[in-house]
């Protein structure tokens, strides 16, 4: 059984700085920074990084995903000023959905355009501190884009694997522009990911994907950012965070922060959010497990959406995220691609503009709502995870044509 208590009160002898990983099925503990480690020797487990002491609001100073550096396993950046994303309102799909209160968190505002920048900021840092050559990760496009451009910022080589005609054209301009090194394989995302972590096996390269640890303690400051805007906004935190899920990162890291802020004495266990996780449905092994009660979930071989950055069918990141949703009370939902982009048109609506994964939230909490899960009296946060021209071919798909006019004002007049 999966583990995901946080010890206050044992320090073990290999933690340094304070900080110390930890399998989440043995226990066993691990130094952070002696030798490059992702998964438990012992039982081949999740590492998570623990702390002696987790902080509260009151240790936060500072602005963006650095603000929360008293809550990360390292100190100093190597920076792009990521983080401190707006939580935007959005009048259209709130009277539309009618909850009690709507935000929508838009990490496309960062400064590669997904929240990749937040795990990124934190997890190139530590590489420096390892003292590693190359960097190297599996992506579906947003990996990769800000795999790139933090690593470029370090003056670190970069090597990214991408699927084959599967990565939408923005990520992949960035990825190249940023100077990495890119390969193709002919294969899916997950057989591009088994391909990464055999190189980093061997050493050829530090392993950046959500595999890695210190990639999520980035991300969860997408938590603790969420909870501290919308207490500005609304004086309260949200019941109910709804995410699209691909690898599954973001549940598992927003659930841990949460979880230190109960460790800390800032937050109750009541109080802790909702999680609850939007799939397309040609790509849904997690919420076939909620929905099926499985102990675990299982991977789907074959996997296909236009949602291209959830277009996965083995979570990395399962076991910590599968008891993140069940622990919170949240749940998982299958959404179809229509429903996405139906998603899409109306954040554009409201002025918001994403890709379709982002979508996928929308449009899981408009089925949510529709089926009576997603109750009245709630405060909904949706997080939006890439911007809009991270696929501009989905989005010229889903906006409308262009018009043809004369090369006179009478022409266009006619058309208005």
């Not at 934190?122 to 420096?128: C, D, F, I, S, Y």
């Not at 109750?375 to 949706?382: F, G």
Request: charged share 25%; glycine share 10%; with cysteine.
């Amino acid at each position: 059984m999966v583990d995901l208590t946080l010890d206050t009160d044992h320090v073990p002898d290999v933690a340094e700085d304070g900080v110390w990983l930890s399998c989440i099925e043995c226990n066993e503990t691990y130094a952070p920074f002696d030798d490059v480690i992702y998964e438990c020797d012992a039982c081949g487990g999740l590492l998570e990084a623990r702390y002696a002491d987790y902080a509260t609001f009151d240790d936060f100073a500072g602005e963006g995903v650095w603000r929360y550096a008293d809550a990360l396993p390292v100190s100093g950046s190597v920076s792009i000023d990521e983080g401190n994303t707006p939580l935007y309102e959005v009048p259209g799909i709130a009277e539309e959905v009618g909850v009690a209160d709507l935000r929508v968190k838009h990490e496309g505002m960062n400064p590669t355009g997904s929240f990749k920048d937040r795990g990124m900021t934190v997890g190139v840092r530590v590489a420096e501190r390892l003292g590693v050559g190359r960097l190297v990760c599996a992506s579906t496009g947003n990996t990769s884009a800000a795999l790139a451009a933090y690593g470029a910022r370090a003056n670190m080589e970069t090597l990214v694997l991408l699927p084959a005609g599967k990565v939408a054209a923005g990520k992949l301009a960035q990825a190249g522009l940023h100077g990495a090194t890119i390969l193709e394989v002919d294969g899916n995302f997950d057989d591009c990911l088994d391909i990464v972590s055999e190189l980093a096996e061997m050493g050829e390269a530090y392993l950046l994907n959500s595999l890695n640890p210190f990639r999520l303690e980035g991300q969860k400051t997408i938590g603790l950012e969420m909870l501290e805007q919308s207490t500005a906004a609304t004086g309260e935190w949200p019941d109910r965070i709804v995410l699209p899920v691909g690898n599954a990162g973001n549940t598992a890291a927003l659930h841990k922060a949460f979880r230190e802020l109960v460790a800390a004495g800032a937050m109750d266990e009541d109080e802790v959010p909702m999680l609850t996780g939007v799939q397309a449905e040609g790509a849904a092994p997690m919420v076939e497990a909620i929905e099926n009660d499985y102990d675990e979930v299982r991977g789907w071989d074959d996997v296909e959406t236009r949602a291209t950055a959830i277009r996965i069918g083995k979570p990395v990141n399962a076991p910590k995220a599968l008891p993140a949703i069940r622990q919170t009370g949240g749940t998982a939902v299958a959404v179809s691609d229509d429903e996405i982009t139906d998603a899409q048109r109306a954040l554009a609506e409201d002025g918001i503009g994403v890709e379709p994964a982002s979508a996928a939230s929308v449009a899981g909490l408009r089925k949510l709502r529709e089926n009576g899960v997603i109750e009245d009296d709630e405060r909904v946060v949706c997080l939006t995870t890439g911007h809009l021209l991270k696929d501009p071919d989905a989005a010229a798909a889903a906006g409308g044509e262009p018009t043809p006019v004369p090369n006179d004002v009478e022409g266009v007049l006619d058309v208005l």
